[in-house]
């Protein structure tokens, strides 16, 4: 049996790892993407509850990838706060990929 803290360590990662896939899939030199649309296309986005905490958890790893340097805050589109991949992020994603 796995423990707990094991079990939410190992969440963590897979979470953390599909937001970045994403945003490598999503990737723009001009504009990044909102945590509300990395929810929903991550089929976490709350729609029920406090309207402002619906994409919390997408939030919480947001910050956890900033501080780690591979995410950077970008405005969407809309002129809104959103998120992209850092440049030195995006380039060892694109490194991996073309072998």
Same mark, same amino acid.
């Given at each position: /049996?796995?423990?707990?803290?094991? *079990?939410?360590? /190992?969440?963590?990662?897979? /979470?953390?790892?599909?937001?970045?896939? *994403? *945003?490598?899939?999503?990737?723009?030199?001009?504009?990044?993407?909102?945590?509300?649309?990395?929810?929903?296309?991550?089929?976490?986005?709350?729609?029920?509850?406090?309207? $402002? /905490?619906?994409?919390?958890?997408?939030?919480?790893?947001?910050?956890?990838? $900033?501080?780690?340097?591979?995410?950077?805050?970008?405005?969407?589109?809309?002129?809104?706060?959103?998120?992209?991949?850092? $440049?030195?992020?995006?380039?060892?994603?694109?490194?991996?990929?073309?072998?």
């Amino acid at each position: /049996m796995i423990k707990p803290k094991k *079990l939410a360590s /190992m969440g963590r990662l897979l /979470m953390c790892e599909a937001i970045l896939d *994403l *945003l490598y899939e999503k990737y723009s030199k001009d504009v990044g993407v909102g945590a509300a649309e990395i929810g929903k296309r991550l089929g976490i986005y709350r729609k029920a509850g406090v309207v $402002h /905490m619906n994409d919390a958890i997408v939030t919480g790893f947001l910050n956890e990838l $900033h501080e780690l340097g591979k995410v950077i805050q970008k405005p969407q589109p809309n002129g809104k706060g959103g998120w992209s991949l850092s $440049h030195k992020e995006y380039n060892s994603r694109k490194r991996e990929r073309e072998g």
